[in-house]
């Protein structure tokens, strides 16, 4: 089949990458010269483990290019839009580069072409695509085909779905999806068909969800810490109930990236457009937006409420592990709140260099030696696996003092205490 993505972001990259190691013929359109002129050259701009050998075979197969106009459309049997829907002020999602790419694919895109959506839209996008063009004069089929797909392991995400969801109004776009997906068919992942305004809201519906169990076990971390409880042992507890589920039960400084701080904005502001509330919604919102100054409190207890010219080694800039992405990431509002309080931050990431725009007044340095070295206490803020196999004992006498503040609870507290450590993690009432 021959496939066009529209956006060669992360989503539009990743899928349009994997479709062709499906065996289609797939182009990725980008208006980003510089970055089509990276993917021609074999580089890929974004980190995503194991993408580059996919995309190394299905260029050599010759089943992959990357284009910056529009020429490939008119052969295009599927054309997934993939653009970005950034929010608004208001909090609701911005979703004109949709528009844009509909409008100049309409008068190019073939008699009887499939066009699929994959941005995250607002329920109801799709249905609405009709009235931005007559899309009756040309017979096009729409479809809403949202992406579940994480960073930092989006390659197998995509091999292995929980689930696929398709919705569509039309039979031609229900027959291509199953087609293109074939592969995923036959390895019996299930395929939950429905209309597109239901396909977009459960996009949505998934990520609010899944945001709603952190800011709850965040929450329960508080709880835990006023109690003398241990929020590890809790989310083991509860996780293992399977109606509760053990995903996505880790505490830690709030979520972040580029997905769950904007779509469940864009919830709540769709709620309130249809007069219905959304408390549980506005709920997480506030409680995720205060858990950097949270964290921030936390810190400053440690040292007598005076983080004056105190140096703090902040490990981990990302928003999660696996990622270069420091979108709304917790270790950078973090980082902001420290030195606004005049501490010094000297940071280290293993992925990420691009946060050197953003955080103009602090170190960022090659090792985490370097940013250890007479630090007043060493604090991991992304929950990268190098920093839980890190040697201490070298730490411990690099740090002018052996303090460790773990906002991910990924360090052996027991093991640290032996050496010598003072160790301070969430959702306990003591340090060790
Ligand atoms: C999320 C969803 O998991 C994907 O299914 C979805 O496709 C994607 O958004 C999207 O909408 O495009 P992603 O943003 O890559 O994926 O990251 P997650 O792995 O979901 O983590 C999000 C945030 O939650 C991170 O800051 C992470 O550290 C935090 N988190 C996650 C926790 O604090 N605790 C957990 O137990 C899990």
């Given at each position: 089949?021959?496939?066009?993505?529209?956006?060669?972001?992360?989503?539009?990259?990743?899928?349009?990458?994997?479709?062709?190691?499906?065996?289609?013929?797939?182009?990725?359109?980008?208006?980003?010269?510089?970055?089509?002129?990276?993917?021609?050259?074999?580089?890929?701009?974004?980190?995503?483990?194991?993408?580059?050998?996919?995309?190394?075979?299905?260029?050599?197969?010759?089943?992959?290019?990357?284009?910056?106009?529009?020429?490939?459309?008119?052969?295009?049997?599927?054309?997934?839009?993939?653009?970005?829907?950034?929010?608004?002020?208001?909090?609701?999602?911005?979703?004109?580069?949709?528009?844009?790419?509909?409008?100049?694919?309409?008068?190019?895109?073939?008699?009887?072409?499939?066009?699929?959506?994959?941005?995250?839209?607002?329920?109801?996008?799709?249905?609405?695509?009709?009235?931005?063009?007559?899309?009756?004069?040309?017979?096009?089929?729409?479809?809403?085909?949202?992406?579940?797909?994480?960073?930092?392991?989006?390659?197998?995400?995509?091999?292995?779905?929980?689930?696929?969801?398709?919705?569509?109004?039309?039979?031609?776009?229900?027959?291509?999806?199953?087609?293109?997906?074939?592969?995923?068919?036959?390895?019996?992942?299930?395929?939950?068909?429905?209309?597109?305004?239901?396909?977009?809201?459960?996009?949505?519906?998934?990520?609010?969800?899944?945001?709603?169990?952190?800011?709850?076990?965040?929450?329960?971390?508080?709880?835990?810490?006023?109690?003398?409880?241990?929020?590890?042992?809790?989310?083991?507890?509860?996780?293992?109930?399977?109606?509760?589920?053990?995903?996505?039960?880790?505490?830690?400084?709030?979520?972040?990236?580029?997905?769950?701080?904007?779509?469940?904005?864009?919830?709540?502001?769709?709620?309130?457009?249809?007069?219905?509330?959304?408390?549980?919604?506005?709920?997480?919102?506030?409680?995720?937006?205060?858990?950097?100054?949270?964290?921030?409190?936390?810190?400053?207890?440690?040292?007598?409420?005076?983080?004056?010219?105190?140096?703090?080694?902040?490990?981990?800039?990302?928003?999660?592990?696996?990622?270069?992405?420091?979108?709304?990431?917790?270790?950078?509002?973090?980082?902001?709140?420290?030195?606004?309080?005049?501490?010094?931050?000297?940071?280290?990431?293993?992925?990420?260099?691009?946060?050197?725009?953003?955080?103009?007044?602090?170190?960022?340095?090659?090792?985490?030696?370097?940013?250890?070295?007479?630090?007043?206490?060493?604090?991991?803020?992304?929950?990268?696996?190098?920093?839980s196999s890190l040697n201490f004992d070298?730490?411990f006498?690099?740090?002018?003092?052996?303090?460790i503040?773990?906002?991910?609870?990924?360090l052996d507290a027991d093991k640290l205490k032996q050496q010598g450590f003072?160790y301070?993690?969430?959702?306990?009432?003591?340090?060790y």
């Amino acid at each position: 089949m021959n496939i066009t993505f529209i956006g060669a972001g992360y989503v539009g990259l990743v899928s349009g990458v994997m479709m062709s190691h499906f065996g289609h013929n797939v182009t990725c359109i980008d208006t980003d010269i510089a970055k089509i002129g990276l993917l021609k050259s074999g580089i890929l701009p974004i980190y995503e483990p194991d993408l580059d050998q996919y995309m190394a075979t299905a260029t050599a197969r010759g089943r992959l290019h990357f284009a910056s106009d529009y020429a490939s459309i008119q052969f295009a049997d599927v054309v997934f839009i993939a653009v970005g829907t950034p929010s608004n002020n208001d909090g609701s999602a911005d979703i004109s580069a949709v528009k844009a790419a509909i409008h100049d694919i309409y008068p190019i895109i073939a008699q009887d072409a499939v066009i699929v959506i994959k941005s995250t839209v607002p329920p109801g996008t799709c249905r609405n695509i009709n009235s931005w063009v007559s899309l009756q004069e040309k017979r096009v089929a729409i479809a809403s085909n949202p992406e579940f797909l994480r960073e930092g392991c989006a390659v197998i995400d995509f091999l292995k779905p929980n689930r696929l969801i398709i919705g569509t109004e039309h039979e031609s776009a229900r027959l291509a999806l199953q087609s293109i997906y074939q592969s995923l068919v036959v390895k019996d992942i299930p395929f939950v068909y429905t209309d597109t305004t239901t396909a977009e809201l459960i996009k949505y519906a998934s990520n609010a969800f899944l945001a709603t169990k952190i800011a709850f076990i965040n929450e329960m971390a508080n709880i835990c810490e006023k109690v003398d409880a241990s929020i590890n042992q809790l989310s083991a507890g509860i996780g293992l109930d399977y109606r509760i589920g053990s995903a996505f039960l880790k505490v830690g400084p709030g979520f972040g990236g580029s997905c769950f701080p904007k779509d469940i904005l864009a919830l709540s502001y769709l709620a309130k457009e249809h007069n219905t509330d959304a408390l549980i919604i506005n709920s997480v919102i506030s409680a995720n937006q205060n858990r950097p100054t949270h964290m921030l409190n936390k810190i400053s207890t440690i040292f007598n409420n005076d983080l004056t010219g105190k140096v703090f080694a902040v490990l981990g800039l990302a928003f999660k592990d696996g990622t270069d992405d420091t979108r709304c990431s917790p270790a950078i509002e973090i980082i902001k709140l420290l030195t606004s309080c005049d501490a010094i931050v000297k940071a280290y990431d293993p992925a990420c260099s691009r946060s050197r725009n953003l955080l103009t007044d602090i170190q960022i340095l090659p090792t985490v030696e370097d940013a250890c070295t007479d630090a007043n206490a060493l604090i991991i803020a992304t929950e990268w696996q190098e920093f839980s196999s890190l040697n201490f004992d070298i730490i411990f006498n690099l740090l002018k003092s052996p303090i460790i503040i773990d906002l991910r609870n990924i360090l052996d507290a027991d093991k640290l205490k032996q050496q010598g450590f003072s160790y301070y993690s969430i959702g306990r009432s003591h340090a060790y």
